[in-house]
């Protein structure tokens, strides 16, 4: 069993910046696709990042890309994602996700199905 929690959400004026922690326990997940999810209220969850075991592949949605970073320290079993320049769109509950299914190699999904370990999410709110 892996359990995730995340840290960090609060809320910021447009053209701030977050820093997500998503600290996972009960196991390692340094070998697991390490991804992170938003859903805004009435719609739903969608993709906003992904990182491969060692880092070294990291996946972005398009309305993200060039603003936020994802990365991940295997020795504290945590991953992070680094919000720049965020806009009132960005407002919504980030979730980090585990694929424990998966390991070494394998290319992190971008949809929620291929991802089996799920935190509770942290709410971020962007003002205007």
């Known amino acids: 069993q892996v359990q995730l929690v995340e840290s960090g959400g609060g809320l910021v004026p447009a053209g701030g910046s977050l820093r997500l922690s998503c600290a996972a326990s009960g196991r390692t997940v340094s070998k697991n696709p390490l991804g992170w999810f938003r859903q805004a209220p009435g719609k739903e969850r969608e993709f906003v990042a992904a990182?491969?075991?060692?880092?070294?592949?990291?996946y972005y949605a398009d309305n993200v890309k060039g603003r936020f970073t994802i990365s991940r320290d295997n020795a504290k079993n945590t991953g992070y994602l680094q919000m720049t320049n965020l806009k009132p769109e960005d407002t919504a509950v980030y979730y980090c996700?585990?694929?424990?299914?998966?390991?070494?190699?394998?290319?992190?999904?971008?949809?929620?199905?291929?991802?089996?370990?799920w935190g509770q999410g942290t709410q971020v709110t962007v003002s205007s």
């Open positions: 990182i491969s075991w060692s880092g070294a592949n990291k």
């Open positions: 996700a585990v694929d424990s299914l998966n390991e070494g190699p394998a290319t992190p999904g971008k949809v929620p199905l291929a991802y089996d370990y």
